[in-house]
């Protein structure tokens, strides 16, 4: 997991408390962030360093040390404006990934545009499952199925390219069932455990969640 980066979480409506929430239960080291004073001192009691701030001035975001920080998460998709500058604000600070969340493709377009490395859409994507994509290091997507089962989607590692399923033997040593073979847009289930991987090629597998970080 990577529970050794740094993440900041801006806006702490139900998505952003969801996003750190979850990150700071993995044992992450989160920064919150909100403009309302009453939203931050609700939202303190289950995140540690939460801080009440205007995250489109360019004196906080040196304030609050953004620029040592890993991720950040913008999750403020009913203000586009603020998003836009924060997103701005973040990418000259020189953070290495942006997320931002978006209401509309529109809205979408212009976040890309203007620096976010990837945009989700809340419906599409919960805060909980974001956070956990974030903290799975190695893993394309994760979902979690159950508490004790995820689905995971896998690239081929370096050292299986060009062997087959049968001579990695991968259910034994990961305790893993795969269930699709992802080759650019097309998913096959009927799987050819006698074909040799390719790289480039994504495994999409059911896996004891206990056993993610054996298989990262």
Do not use: Q
Not at 97 to 109: P, Y
Request: aromatic share 4%; with cysteine.
């Amino acid at each position: 997991m990577s529970i050794n980066k740094t993440y900041a979480v801006f806006g702490l409506g139900k998505y952003g408390c969801a996003v750190a929430k979850e990150l700071i239960d993995s044992g992450a080291e989160v920064l919150a962030v909100d403009i309302d004073e009453n939203i931050v001192n609700s939202a303190i009691d289950y995140i540690p360093v939460c801080k009440c701030a205007d995250v489109t001035d360019p004196d906080v975001i040196t304030e609050l040390g953004i620029s040592n920080v890993d991720t950040v998460i913008v999750a403020m998709a009913d203000n586009l404006e603020a998003s836009v500058m924060a997103i701005t604000l973040c990418k000259e600070a020189g953070v290495p990934e942006i997320i931002a969340k978006c209401a509309s493709e529109m809205h979408r377009k212009i976040m890309l545009k203007v620096g976010a490395d990837k945009v989700v859409f809340p419906e599409n994507e919960s805060g909980i499952r974001l956070a956990k994509n974030l903290l799975s290091s190695g893993f394309v997507d994760v979902v979690e199925l159950s508490k004790e089962v995820s689905m995971v989607e896998i690239d081929v590692k370096d050292e299986w390219v060009g062997k087959n399923l049968l001579e990695l033997n991968l259910r034994k040593k990961y305790s893993l069932n795969i269930v699709a073979v992802k080759e650019g847009n097309t998913v096959t289930i009927d799987v050819d455990p006698a074909k040799p991987l390719e790289r480039g090629t994504e495994l999409i597998v059911i896996v004891n969640t206990d056993k993610l970080a054996k298989l990262r």
